[in-house]
């Protein structure tokens, strides 16, 4: 059983993401990580993810869900591409109508595994959207 579901932010080391109304790129990347398990190879280190052991995604779903700051609305719902299912590799672009509003958001992501098990990262990703030229 997992303890936790840790996302790596491959693309920034930032903790906010800029992105701007109506662009539908940059593709963000993650790969979902067990803290409570060694990677083959390693010694389990809870401050380290690299020591972290990949989540198998193989038959799951994975959703990025996105909310303004303060909201208990979600805004959208993005189901991501699972790159690598092994090695817990996901990533999703921004479809039209997704950054239509400038603002601060967070986003969360969430698994659901094919015994209907659902888990998310505990961590929130921001994202601050500024507006585009007119």
């Not at 491959?10 to 940059?26: E, F, K, Y």
């Not at 909310?67 to 790159?83: D, F, P």
């Not at 090695?87 to 986003?107: H, K, M, R, Y």
């Amino acid at each position: 059983s997992l303890s936790q579901i840790q996302g790596i932010y491959i693309m920034a080391n930032s903790d906010t993401v800029d992105l701007v109304q109506g662009d539908t790129l940059p593709k963000l990347k993650f790969t979902l990580k067990d803290s409570a398990e060694a990677a083959s190879g390693y010694s389990l280190d809870p401050d380290d993810p690299t020591t972290w052991a990949p989540i198998n995604l193989t038959g799951a779903t994975v959703r990025l869900r996105i909310r303004e700051v303060g909201s208990t609305t979600v805004k959208s719902t993005l189901t991501m591409a699972i790159t690598s299912a092994t090695t817990g590799e996901v990533e999703t672009d921004f479809p039209t109508g997704t950054l239509d509003t400038a603002g601060v958001f967070e986003a969360e992501i969430e698994a659901t595994f094919v015994d209907n098990s659902v888990q998310s990262v505990h961590e929130l990703i921001k994202l601050k959207v500024r507006e585009a030229f007119g």
